[in-house]
């Protein structure tokens, strides 16, 4: 089945610890992107990727790195989270035509105390 | 630069009848348009785009949108709502000749009742 798959999907932790949200797709995709929905400001996008190694800044990428080291795989990073990134965080994947849409992973819920 | 309006947080609308969600949008050439739907605790579903061509677009259950570039709008209409339609809708836009960078309006609330 063609997916979207993200880890952990909850996760609470507290001011300052590092971690990392993973993100894996098997569609053979090139372009991976992170967002965040917070209420009454929609989606915001982090970070995206058109391919391994080339990554580049959405509109809200402070406090937040990226790899993509791997085709599949695009992890987002939080060296020093703070309370202010508390949202929900979803992946996206699509092919490299610029015509096509996004798929979306279930999304990561985290709560930075 | 890119950005997207949806005007109204809230949409309610009586099952059976039709039903309008708003969209405009602004870029600095020509946009790539789309509709997401996200259930209560699901990622989002894509819904319908416009690329090229035909103004009216047909998506997924019965959705439809309409672009109108004079008014610079897209919005997502359905004759007949159901109360399963009842769901959060993003609209989105991508810049033709830029960037991978896609921006989301913030979201309306759809609510069809009973």
């Known amino acids: 089945e063609a997916q979207v798959t993200q880890n952990p999907r909850y996760l609470i932790t507290v001011t300052g610890k590092k971690l990392t949200v993973t993100c894996s797709q098997n569609m053979n995709h090139e372009y991976m992107s992170w967002y965040r929905q917070d209420p009454g400001l929609g989606l915001r996008q982090i970070y995206y990727?058109?391919?391994?190694?080339?990554?580049d800044k959405g509109d809200v990428p402070e406090g937040y790195k990226v790899s993509r080291k791997e085709k599949r795989n695009f992890p987002l990073i939080l060296e020093s989270p703070s309370p202010n990134q508390t949202s929900l965080y979803f992946c996206?994947?699509?092919?490299?035509?610029?015509?096509?849409?996004?798929?979306f992973g279930p999304g990561t819920r985290l709560t930075v105390l | 630069a890119q950005s997207v309006a949806q005007p109204e947080d809230q949409v309610n609308v009586a099952e059976g009848n039709p039903l309008t969600v708003k969209c405009t949008y602004s870029v600095s050439g020509n946009p790539y348009l789309f509709w997401y739907v996200q259930y209560p605790n699901r990622g989002l579903q894509f819904l319908l785009k416009y690329i090229t061509g035909d103004n009216l677009v047909k998506g997924s259950y019965g959705f439809e949108a309409e672009f109108n570039k004079s008014q610079t709008s897209f919005h997502l209409k359905k004759p007949s709502a159901l109360v399963s339609d009842s769901a959060l809708y993003f609209c989105a836009v991508r810049d033709i000749e830029g960037t991978y960078k896609y921006i989301f309006g913030t979201g309306t609330r759809l609510k069809v009742l009973a």
């Open positions: 990727s058109m391919n391994v190694e080339v990554t």
């Open positions: 996206a994947s699509m092919s490299g035509r610029p015509t096509d849409t996004q798929y």
